[in-house]
């Protein structure tokens, strides 16, 4: 297990009851208790986590998310899919990144790379997002800029929609975008729920040289209601559950499939 791997896992303990003792972590991720203090010490610096005497607390930066992000019956998926897009990102790149399960799991880890957190005379990586949630959970990485695009709240998913997030959109150019969606289909293509989004996700792709979808297998040949107009969907990144058949039938239809390692 890497050191990033670590402090995600870390991260995802402190989630499950708030708190993590320097032993569970000994015993969960096979570490020394040295190791796991410099762990410890390490995310707290970078105020994700408050230290206590003998682990630590979620502190004061920590606020619920919708129930959708705290029971997810797909969440070890979603973090593989992550660290596939993660590894897309390099030091110095402009990034989208939509709201979504998925795509928190991915700020996650951005947030905790190493190669992210070195000291720079420059921003390491630049954010634009509109959801409320990516922001907050990266407003705290002094190497991290980040731009949030304004709009009307949808307090379901803390996405900002509607017409005022198109205008700053508008006004901006990304290395990549990721996409988080509701629904994936080799025909129709992505899909949200809620036509904002939708409409939100496809502008922040247009504003990209590459976007990746993110989604895991359970939304394969699920068609959601609104789709994403003008998109040219060409890349998704999905888990080892999406079946030969499925996958070929993206590739026939000039979508290229990354399955992320499990």
């Known amino acids: 297990m890497t050191r990033t791997d670590r402090l995600t896992a870390i991260l995802d303990l402190l989630a499950e009851s708030g708190q993590v003792e320097v032993e569970e972590i000994?015993?969960?991720?096979?570490?020394?208790?040295?190791?796991?203090?410099?762990?410890?010490?390490?995310?707290?610096?970078?105020?994700?986590?408050?230290?206590?005497?003998?682990?630590?607390?979620?502190?004061?930066?920590?606020?619920?998310?919708p129930g959708r992000y705290n029971r997810d019956d797909h969440g070890h998926a979603k973090e593989q899919i992550a660290q596939a897009a993660s590894d897309l990102v390099w030091p110095g790149a402009v990034i989208g990144l939509c709201?979504?399960?998925?795509?928190?799991?991915l700020a996650q880890i951005l947030a905790t790379r190493e190669d992210l957190n070195a000291h720079a005379n420059q921003h390491t990586l630049t954010v634009v997002t509109n959801a409320i949630n990516i922001a907050g959970q990266l407003a705290v990485r002094p190497n991290i800029k980040v731009m949030v695009t304004g709009g009307i709240l949808n307090p379901r998913s803390y996405e900002l929609v509607g017409p005022y997030t198109d205008i700053i959109m508008q006004k901006v150019v990304l290395d990549i975008a990721f996409i988080g969606v509701n629904g994936i289909d080799p025909e129709v293509g992505p899909t949200n729920t809620g036509e904002g989004e939708a409409s939100v996700n496809a502008l922040l792709a247009s504003r990209a040289r590459c976007s990746y979808v993110l989604a895991d297998s359970s939304k394969v040949r699920v068609r959601a209601f609104a789709t994403m107009d003008g998109y040219n969907f060409t890349h998704l990144i999905t888990d080892a559950g999406i079946s030969a058949a499925d996958k070929a039938a993206f590739e026939a239809n000039g979508t290229e499939v990354m399955v992320a390692p499990a």
Do not use: F, Q
């Open 99 to 105: 709201g979504g399960t998925t795509s928190t799991a």
């Open 26 to 65: 000994v015993t969960k991720l096979a570490v020394s208790p040295a190791t796991a203090r410099r762990d410890l010490d390490s995310l707290a610096k970078r105020r994700l986590l408050t230290r206590t005497r003998g682990g630590a607390t979620t502190g004061a930066l920590a606020y619920d998310l």
